[in-house]
């Protein structure tokens, strides 16, 4: 018997499906905020971005390849156009290296960044959740700045 709840492949899909929605909000973002506009002391929208970018190839990386590399925010992107490009180029990577991991080793403990010991799949939910919460941010910094987001279950 399979207690499988939700095949790996349904996993990527709800995975990509907030990858686009979160696409639509930096593209729904004026350029001339992207980078300047913040609450109370929180980081730009484009900063929250790099960060997104600097989690998902690279720790998928590190699980398919067993490497732990601390991560790095810190991203030569400074522009609405230069962040959406590296988007579109990690959506590609993203499927091939999550495809290249095995559903056995999901369960398999892993020092992601050498920071954070989990099995496989926590890592990978969290690199969702993590999209999931900054996304939120942005649709908070896009109302404030008047600008009707993309629908939150439209993915």
Do not use: C
């Not at 004026?30 to 929250?48: H, I, K, N, S, Y």
């Not at 992107?77 to 590296?86: E, F, M, P, Q, V």
């Not at 926590?122 to 942005?138: A, P, S």
């Amino acid at each position: 018997m399979n207690n499988t709840l939700i095949s790996k492949h349904d996993l990527l899909n709800h995975w990509l499906g907030h990858r686009n929605l979160t696409k639509r909000v930096l593209e729904k973002f004026p350029e001339d905020q992207l980078f300047t506009f913040q609450v109370d002391g929180m980081r730009t929208f484009a900063d929250l971005v790099k960060e997104l970018l600097s989690l998902a190839v690279p720790g998928l990386e590190g699980i398919v390849y067993n490497k732990t590399e601390p991560y790095n925010h810190n991203l030569p992107y400074h522009s609405k156009t230069d962040l959406l490009k590296a988007w579109d180029e990690a959506t590609p990577k993203i499927e091939k290296l999550f495809l290249q991991i095995t559903e056995e080793r999901f369960h398999e403990s892993f020092n992601l960044f050498g920071e954070y010991e989990f099995p496989v799949i926590h890592n990978i939910l969290y690199f969702i959740d993590n999209e999931v919460h900054h996304r939120g941010q942005g649709f908070v910094y896009l109302r404030l700045l008047g600008i009707e987001p993309p629908f939150f279950w439209d993915r």
